[in-house]
């Protein structure tokens, strides 16, 4: 690549003019009900934030019964994050492999990968091109039925993103950009349908493949299209996870403030109070109480089991040094012993002080 485009990272978004030519070949299968948009590659945010607003279009005077779209980004480059951030419902800033996404979850995948060769992790392995590893990594998060608009340059459609698009799609469609956007940029849209069961389909891997080698005429993208593509409901999911696996602080301090933390983390952080039972295992013996009494853990107002007979209790405790001496033939062995006394002291309503040691 270009040093060029690598300072770019490979970033090439979709022409602005073809974006509303391709959001009119969209079209939701029905009026209400959620669907969520995602791009593994967002850029700055402006293509699938557009592709939402046409397939959603929010209604000016009743915002709450607008049709909804949420709009979901990954993009690695910190300034056109920042920027996808400001305008998509959620885009998560780092490398889409290193994310937790819940898969199927999705019902329309904006696909338009970075423009480069991935890298080896070591000698034995082969490079491989972004056009197929994001094409193969992220089919995973579209729902079945769900929708993929795959943009592609015209000579990245090589043998095996043919296998790959017709062995999990159907339906699929290729154009070539508008005449003067693709004399410009050389490329194709591609648009499918997700399989509900993947199979092989050998007239439609040859076609994408010689659509590929210049073997075939692809039509340009016509501003009519000639058929549509309903993008079904995206599923209803309590356990929807879209994050990275790092953990950002500025996230992790918003998930704090809106849901607060664990019960469990905070019953281990939370001192008991004087007035909560403590329960213990095993039933303790007169010497756990006498220290229970003694290190002030029940220092107050005590009453009987009867709750007649009150006593106000206040447990001391002291240590004190016990000498004594051992004679060993001509030697004196002289032992100091450290000893806690425990003293409690009790109040009766008379004024009476027990001590009891």
Sequence with gaps: MRLAA????????????????????????????????????????????????????????????????????????????????????????????????????FSLLWLNPPYDWAIRDNDIEKSERYERTFLRDCVCY??????????????RLDSQIARMLSYRFENISVYRFPEEAYRAFRQLVIFGILKIRPAKDESMAEYLKNCGRFRTTIPFLPETPPQLYEIPLSPGRADFVFRSKDIIPEEL????????????????????????????????????????????????????????????????????????????????????????KISILAFNRQGEMLTVQ
């Design 6 to 105: 690598q300072a770019k990272m490979g970033y090439y978004p979709a022409p602005e003019r073809v974006i509303p030519i391709i959001a009119r070949y969209l079209k939701r299968q029905r009026e209400k009900g959620l669907i969520r948009l995602l791009d593994p590659c967002a850029g700055t945010g402006a293509a699938i934030k557009q592709i939402g607003n046409t397939i959603c279009p929010i209604c000016p005077t009743s915002p709450e019964e607008s049709r909804q779209a949420e709009t979901y980004g990954i993009e690695i480059d910190l300034e056109r994050g920042n920027q996808a951030k400001s305008i998509l419902d959620k885009c998560l800033i780092t490398d889409y492999q290193n994310t937790r996404i819940s898969h199927g979850s």
């Design 142 to 155: 579209l729902r079945q039925k769900g929708v993929i608009v795959y943009l592609i340059p015209h000579r």
């Design 253 to 340: 301090e918003e998930e704090i403030r809106r849901y607060g933390l664990f019960d469990q983390v905070r019953d281990m952080t939370t001192p008991l109070k004087m007035a909560e039972k403590i329960r213990p295992i095993m039933p303790l013996r007169h010497g756990h109480l006498a220290q229970i009494l003694a290190c002030g853990l029940m220092n107050g107002i005590v009453w009987d089991k009867d709750r007649k007979n009150p006593l106000i209790i206040k447990g001391i405790t002291k240590k004190e040094v016990r000498h004594t001496m051992e004679i060993e033939g001509k030697c004196e062995k002289h032992i100091e012993t450290d000893l806690i």
